[in-house]
């Protein structure tokens, strides 16, 4: 548990990097995805892409997605994809309750799969395969993938298909022998960063769900230090919020500024700092600011004292 919640005023960390729907923020870019997810998938269509950099949200999307979703809708969620045809089968029996095992072949494995797709189907459910990192899947999972989208009743698609991934996924559509995939493929969406308002919102939203109830401890000026920095990537952000945080934690300040930004973003490797984040003074090492904010905070005697 990070060190400052009591020094914040917080119940929980808010700056956690696990996708917690919790903490979804309803950005206009987040929330016309889930608005075409939801509308494509309770229209019946087959296959629906969402693409978008790493650290845009995709996996906190695809879990807010199945959490609304609800009934009539039985979703299969497969979050490692990098496998082989009869391994996503096998993936997807699995989700869906089908007892196979290991040694049954593929053919009456693909069986199983059909037979219990008609079951779900005879009792109005429609069911939704979610798939994580999609740029992963070799291009004979992908076709396997396209074969099981075939099984339909004379009304409707037994299954549906929402792949998620890295911008590179449309590299690997691209390619001639996924062609056929690709022209299945009736919604797409591209999750864009946060701009720099937008980041600002989204700092004090996860603060207020995290039990903030006083002021915004981020100042304007630190919000659009992060937003700079970030360039509006949510994980980017999360990591450079937490570290700040931590920074005047360890300097025993609870109003949040550039400064401290400076520091988080020094200390961040994924952030790639331009000139203008040099910084213009030595600052004292972060891990030693918080080794004093945590010796400070546990109250151990000795503090203060020559």
Request: proline content about 6%; hydrophobic content about 45%.
């Amino acid at each position: 548990m990070a060190l400052y919640l009591r020094h914040f005023g917080l119940n929980e960390a808010p700056f956690s990097l696990t996708p917690d729907t919790g903490y979804y923020f309803g950005h206009s870019a987040h929330q016309e995805a889930l608005n075409m997810l939801l509308v494509a998938l309770r229209s019946g269509e087959g296959f629906i892409k969402v693409t978008g950099e790493v650290g845009t949200g995709k996996t906190l999307l695809c879990r807010k997605l199945v959490n609304q979703l609800g009934e009539p809708f039985t979703i299969a969620f497969i979050p490692n994809p990098m496998l082989n045809a009869n391994g996503l089968r096998a993936a997807l029996a699995d989700e869906l309750g089908i007892d196979a095992p290991r040694n049954l072949g593929q053919h009456r494995l693909l069986a199983r799969i059909n037979e219990r797709l008609i079951e779900l189907a005879a009792e109005g459910r429609q069911v939704v395969v979610c798939i994580d990192e999609a740029q992963t899947m070799p291009e004979e999972t992908l076709e396997a993938l396209r074969l099981l989208t075939n099984l339909e009743t004379e009304k409707r698609k037994l299954l549906q298909v929402v792949l998620f991934g890295q911008p590179e996924l449309d590299e690997v559509l691209a390619r001639r022998a996924v062609r056929p995939l690709r022209q299945r493929i009736t919604f797409s969406h591209r999750l864009e960063p946060l701009d720099p308002r937008a980041v600002g919102q989204y700092l004090e939203h996860r603060l207020r769900v995290a039990g903030l109830q006083g002021p915004d401890p981020f100042e304007p000026a630190a919000a659009r230090a992060i937003a700079r920095a970030s360039g509006g990537i949510p994980r980017r952000i999360n990591i450079l919020a937490h570290k700040a945080m931590l920074a005047a934690y360890g300097l025993g300040e609870r109003s949040i500024g550039k400064r401290h930004v400076r520091m988080a973003v020094k200390d961040t490797e994924e952030v790639t700092a331009s000139r203008r984040w040099r910084l213009w003074w030595p600052f004292p090492a972060l891990a030693v600011l918080l080794l004093a904010g945590w010796i400070v905070w546990q109250g151990m005697p000795g503090v203060g004292t020559a």
